[in-house]
């Protein structure tokens, strides 16, 4: 179902109504430096309490981090004695990737994650950008992303992009829910319609998709609007 010009004015119109002066807006920093930590909290940021997240994010860093490409987290992880005990040590986190009893931990997806930007001779932010913003959406690395366990919805790879510094949006529950207060209970929406009502409403209001997923997120999760 395509995007309409009745719902980007809605959007507009509710954004501008409900959301505060969008030249107070914020866009998150992201990890330029690391693409370790973009991994991470990609990988973490699902189903959970983003404090939680924070905290894995904090204690990577603590472990000397901070500035990580996806070869020294492969390193961190099997220092560790693997992911399990990574996610033990390091992380402090053992949260599985889904609900289902035997699900995989997190730690094991995010090591799979590394092995797969190793595998396509991509270490960094950059070279990550260079291989993929092109074409955001039909390229090795969202092919890969898309078979890991538990990732085929591909919104951890649209987040990923977002904490790499690119223009994306992270179409979860929360940028689900904003939509649906915005347009109607009843409006038939999926990941990728999110992202491209997103992307088209931010792109009316002359900000970055990012900053409006960021401002969206925000208000459907109950926060307060700015830092």
């Not at 009745?6 to 969008?22: F, Q, R």
């Not at 330029?32 to 994010?57: K, M, Q």
């Not at 693997?82 to 289902?100: C, D, F, Q, S, Y």
Request: proline share 4%; glycine share 8%; charged share 20%.
């Amino acid at each position: 179902m395509t995007v309409t010009e009745a719902e980007i004015k809605t959007l507009v119109t509710y954004c501008e109504t409900n959301l505060g002066d969008p030249t107070v807006w914020t866009t998150p920093d992201g990890y330029p430096n690391s693409l370790a930590l973009c991994i991470i909290d990609s990988i973490y940021s699902t189903g959970s309490h983003y404090s939680s997240v924070v905290n894995v994010i904090e204690r990577y860093k603590a472990s000397g981090g901070a500035n990580d490409g996806a070869q020294a987290l492969t390193r961190s992880i099997q220092n560790a004695g693997g992911a399990r005990e990574w996610a033990t040590t390091i992380a402090h986190n053992l949260k599985p990737a889904n609900t289902r009893p035997g699900a995989q931990l997190k730690a094991e997806i995010i090591e799979q994650a590394a092995g797969l930007m190793t595998g396509l001779k991509i270490d960094t932010v950059p070279e990550l950008r260079s291989k993929v913003e092109d074409n955001q959406l039909d390229n090795d690395v969202i092919r890969e992303w898309k078979r890991l366990p538990s990732q085929s919805s591909g919104v951890t790879y649209n987040y990923l992009l977002i904490l790499a510094g690119m223009p994306s949006v992270k179409p979860d529950r929360m940028i689900l829910r904003f939509l649906a207060h915005a347009l109607g209970e009843e409006t038939e929406l999926d990941g990728q319609r999110a992202v491209e009502l997103i992307t088209e409403t931010a792109k009316t209001m002359n900000v970055d998709p990012r900053t409006l997923d960021h401002i969206a997120w925000r208000a459907a999760s109950g926060r307060e609007l700015t830092d």
